[in-house]
């Protein structure tokens, strides 16, 4: 009996270790909570840009260069974030890292004690039993960009100049794969760059350095897309909602 009870205890264990190692939950938990809770993070990189993020915004440009820093996992189209997974890059190597958050907010401000800016990959996995729509409300301070198995959210890529990336992205059944990319910076330096494009509102402003994620179930009218709003009771409503014409 004790055996039996050792045995399931250390089963149990596994089958936790293995969420945390991936960041998994299911997209029904995700929905209904609104956002997030297991993250994996990675970074922050230096920037291919010249002169660095803050320069780039100062010159209207876009604060992410050509490099894909997901390169040596096969890249942001194909990397399998784990918790431990190593990236090497030029100056050493980043280690993929769980973060548990109660809230919308990512903040990673611990990532960058020694650093004024740099770029930053979040990402986690989430199992659908069904194909699905949902819609996806990303912000940053300075620039943001996500893939949802291997597609980008936004193939106009606004998000990198605004710092809000949105849209309603289908979760097909079984596992399903995000990775966000950030470009992140002091908020000192970046206020004499361009204030106006600090992200969101669901971001605190506190610090230059957090990611938010907002998550929505979606429903089709014809070709109208319903989205439910969170109440104050953090549960979706169908009493206010907003329609998306998609398509």
Request: glycine fraction near 12%; hydrophobic fraction near 40%; charged fraction near 25%.
């Amino acid at each position: 009996m004790g055996r039996i009870s050792i045995g399931c205890a250390f089963a149990g264990l596994c089958v936790l270790l293995a969420g945390i190692a991936s960041a998994q939950e299911s997209l029904d938990t995700i929905l209904e909570r609104g956002h997030v809770r297991d993250w994996l993070v990675c970074g922050p990189f230096r920037s291919d840009m010249d002169g660095g993020i803050v320069a780039s915004v100062r010159h209207g440009l876009s604060p992410f260069g050509a490099r894909d820093f997901l390169n040596p996992i096969g890249g942001v189209s194909q990397a399998r974030p784990e918790s431990g997974l190593r990236v090497e890059h030029s100056e050493g190597y980043a280690i993929w890292s769980h973060r548990t958050v109660e809230s919308p907010i990512l903040d990673v401000s611990e990532a960058f004690l020694d650093r004024r800016e740099g770029i930053l990959y979040a990402a986690f996995t989430c199992e659908s039993s069904y194909d699905r729509p949902v819609y996806l409300d990303l912000q940053a301070p300075v620039g943001v960009r996500a893939w949802v198995n291997g597609f980008p959210v936004d193939r106009d890529e606004a998000g990198a100049l605004t710092g809000i990336t949105r849209g309603i992205v289908r979760f097909r059944q079984g596992a399903n794969r995000v990775i966000v990319q950030a470009a992140l910076a002091s908020l000192d330096p970046l206020d004499d760059a361009a204030s106006q494009r600090r992200g969101g509102s669901l971001l605190t402003g506190r610090t230059g350095f957090e990611i938010a994620l907002r998550m929505r179930p979606v429903q089709f009218i014809g070709d109208l897309a319903y989205i439910p709003r969170l109440d104050s009771g953090r549960s979706f409503t169908d009493d206010d909602g907003d329609l998306h014409k998609h398509g």
